[in-house]
């Protein structure tokens, strides 16, 4: 069975032409950090996401298992990078939602994140061309 990456494109534009924004969830250990400095460039994700926050108004909920000063550690390293968080591992305020985190779409290195960022560049250029 192949999974038809145009769905979640068209499912991601509608969400955005409804409420002008999307929200997504990000984890944080390689993903947009090399835990344990095994190498791993991030710096691709993390610019990403920065460009889905300037361009499609998108809300981003840190979806992480730290805790404590590991989490400190993340969240502050999100700010030093100019990632705005608007939930740590729950929704914002303005979700009625609490039974579990909402989002649109999640970057995790563990849950197809090469077809899901391929997904937010298609929709990053429809916008820039205004064809969502």
Not at 35 to 43: I, L, N, T, V
Request: aromatic residues 10%; charged residues 25%.
């Amino acid at each position: 069975m192949t999974i038809n990456l145009s769905n979640l494109h068209d499912k991601l534009a509608e969400v955005f032409k409804q409420h002008n924004n999307i929200i997504i969830a990000v984890d944080f250990d390689d993903t947009i950090y090399d835990w344990k400095s095994k190498g791993y460039s991030c710096d691709y994700v993390l610019d990403l996401v920065k460009r889905c926050q300037k361009e499609l108004n998108a809300k981003v909920i840190l979806f992480t298992c730290r805790s404590d000063s590991h989490l400190d550690f993340a969240v502050k390293y999100c700010e030093e990078n100019e990632l705005v968080l608007h939930g740590i591992n729950e929704n914002p305020d303005y979700l009625p939602t609490k039974s579990k985190p909402y989002f649109n779409v999640m970057l995790d290195d563990k849950a197809s994140l090469g077809e899901t960022c391929a997904t937010l560049e298609t929709l990053l250029s429809g916008i820039s061309k205004t064809e969502v």
